[in-house]
């Protein structure tokens, strides 16, 4: 009978293989002498796809495609083998096959940067206790954060990187890549003057959120519609001084926009976008709720 290629052979075709046989060289993955990298890449994909809940599932349902495996470059695997893999591999080598991949998918939809805009935010991950010697953070509770940069028009994250449930959230932006002309859009956890500088410097539009003990040094108040959300827009620029008593590097002019939401709370939005209309500096931050979707879509559909 004649071979006939499965999905996962057609969707394997999509994988740039020669960078990825360069970054574990580079990394020297498969020096031990237990499961490849690429066997081990291969299992756990399919384990993902095929929605099995366990190592030992995995197996079983590799093991009844066993005559189709060889035509995946790949070979049955036993559960101790692949957890042994699990467990002594390092990640690094599937985060940047990941990175590559996303900036693969970029290119194919690549807009003006004009038009970018890039949402920030983290998801906790509930883990066990085998995760202790790197992810514990109080007595017999361990997780991890996932931080993303979420593009909400491609509908697909241009970044994510894993830390322990214990690091702060604008710990994690300073080692993200920045986009040099796109928006970015993040709420209060992402409060540092220094990084909002950094992204202001590459030309990067920033919609936050004004903490409710931040004052503003107002320089122009401009008139807002009556009897719409946006209750007012004033410019200015920020305290000369942040925590402990450190010199603000953030000196640009900055606009902080009032807008009443549904539930009636009223949020100050800032920007250091002079020159758009108010309503759109809130209909950017509004944008926000695309990432909470892309998490709950994450959660439900991924077996994390």
């Not at 993040?186 to 410097?201: C, I, K, P, T, V």
Request: aromatic share 10%; glycine share 4%.
């Amino acid at each position: 009978m004649p071979h006939q290629n499965t999905v996962l052979h057609d969707l394997l075709k999509h994988l740039p293989w020669a960078r990825f046989e360069a970054v574990i060289k580079a990394h020297g993955a498969d020096d031990r002498r237990y499961l490849t990298t690429k066997t081990h890449f291969l299992a756990m994909l399919y384990a993902q796809l095929s929605g099995a809940t366990s190592l030992r599932e995995t197996v079983e349902r590799l093991e009844s495609h066993q005559a189709s495996l060889y035509h995946l470059g790949m070979v049955p695997v036993k559960r101790s083998t692949l957890a042994d893999a699990n467990c002594y591999r390092s990640y690094e080598v599937f985060s940047e096959m990941l990175a590559e991949l996303m900036a693969q998918a970029h290119r194919g939809l690549r807009r003006t940067m004009g038009d970018s805009v890039h949402l920030i935010d983290s998801t906790s991950v509930r883990l066990s206790a085998l995760s202790a010697r790197w992810a514990q953070f109080s007595v017999g509770v361990c997780g991890a954060k996932v931080h993303f940069v979420y593009d909400p028009d491609a509908d697909y994250p241009v970044y994510a990187g894993v830390t322990a449930s214990n690091v702060n959230d604008i710990t994690a932006a300073h080692a993200m890549p920045i986009t040099a002309g796109a928006t970015y859009v993040f709420d209060l956890g992402y409060y540092d003057y220094g990084w909002w500088a950094s992204l202001h410097d590459a030309g990067c539009r920033i919609v936050t959120r004004f903490k409710s003990n931040t004052p503003l040094t107002v320089t122009e108040v401009r008139e807002v519609p009556a009897n719409g959300p946006v209750l007012s827009d004033r410019v200015g620029t920020l305290p000369k001084r942040q925590a402990k008593n450190r010199k603000n590097p953030f000196t640009a002019p900055v606009r902080e926009v009032q807008v009443k939401i549904e539930t009636g709370k009223v949020l100050r939005i800032l920007t250091n976008d002079i020159h758009a209309s108010a309503k759109k500096i809130a209909d950017l931050y509004k944008r926000r709720w695309a990432i909470e979707l892309f998490f709950r879509w994450v959660k439900q559909n991924l077996k994390i």
